[in-house]
Nanobody, 119 residues
């Protein structure tokens, strides 16, 4: 099986920065796409950023502030978050579409990491 583990969350002041990491482990032939989602209390889980091939897309609320990147050699994805606002407070989840030994694409989710932005 494949595991996704997020790290880098924590408490930060408004205007500050954090960098989240997502490490994929297991038997992986390829990762077709990786993305970050977040969920605040009482709200739907929403897409933050996603990368597939050379393409990266962002939610309007984070454009210009967040940057997603991938290190394919390490099967790791990052989310650099700058100019953080209180409304960015949420649990952030890593998602990946992975091809393994069965040559089928399966979606995996990490356990989530809490990001809290204080005023």
């Amino acid at each position: 099986q494949v595991q996704l583990v997020e790290s880098g969350g924590g408490l930060v002041q408004a205007g500050g920065s954090l960098r989240l990491s997502c490490l994929a482990s297991g038997i992986i032939f390829s990762i077709n796409s990786m993305g970050w989602y977040r969920q605040a209390p009482g709200k739907q889980r929403e897409l933050v950023a996603i990368t597939s091939g050379s393409s990266a897309n962002y939610a309007d609320s984070v454009k210009g502030r967040f940057t997603v990147s991938r290190d394919n050699a390490k099967d790791t994805m990052y989310l650099q978050m700058n100019s953080l606002r209180s409304e960015d407070t949420a649990v952030y989840y890593c998602n990946a579409a992975v091809v393994g030994p069965g040559f089928v694409e399966i979606n995996y989710w990490g356990q989530g990491t809490q990001v809290t932005v204080s005023s």
